[in-house]
């Protein structure tokens, strides 16, 4: 006659085993699923950087760009109109060079805070010197008198205003991505 005992020591015998089984089942299941997350989590993290670099490398590549625009040699030819004052062309070149800021402002998110401060640099001394070299000028003059010295200024000077924040520009990018 078998006793509760026996009774117990045989469903022990048959649910050790199957827990121990069930357990080990868990474990592997467990596994897996922490390599596949790990494995998913990895490849949005890859994503993510493809995708941010292909942003931070545009964003180099715009503002280089817009120091080309601002620089005096490129600026003045493009916007000069030989019908406006001194007054009237300097309000354009300035309003010019804003907005090319403005537009590309969105950029320095992406740029180190250094090589931002230089770009800020530039069109700050662009600014400036615009205002300086409108302000010895008679304002009715034609247009061309404010281009003409401030080419003069510049040949004199040797100024470069955006020769320098093109250059860590480059050099930024040329760390991240050479």
Do not use: C
Request: hydrophobic content about 45%; glycine content about 2%; aromatic content about 8%.
């Amino acid at each position: 006659m078998t006793t509760s005992a026996d009774v117990a020591l045989d469903i022990v015998k048959l649910t050790l085993p199957a827990g121990l089984v069930l357990y080990g089942m868990f474990l592997t299941a467990k596994s897996f699923l922490a390599k596949d997350y790990d494995k998913k989590i990895l490849e949005l993290k890859l994503k993510h950087f493809d995708t941010t670099i292909q942003l931070r490398l545009q964003a180099y590549e715009r503002m280089a760009l817009f120091l080309e625009r601002i620089t005096p040699s490129q600026l003045l030819p493009r916007v000069n109109d030989n019908e406006m004052s001194v007054a009237e062309f300097h309000a354009f070149l300035l309003n010019e060079v804003k907005q090319e800021y403005i537009y590309n402002l969105s950029q320095q998110i992406y740029i180190s805070d250094a090589t931002w401060q230089k770009i800020k640099s530039s069109v700050e001394n662009l600014t400036s010197a615009i205002n300086d070299v409108a302000a010895e000028l008679d304002q009715n003059a034609p247009s061309i008198e404010l281009a003409r010295k401030f080419v003069e200024v510049i040949i004199t000077s040797g100024t470069d205003f955006t020769g320098e924040a093109l250059l860590a520009l480059k050099q930024e990018a040329q760390t991240m991505f050479g």
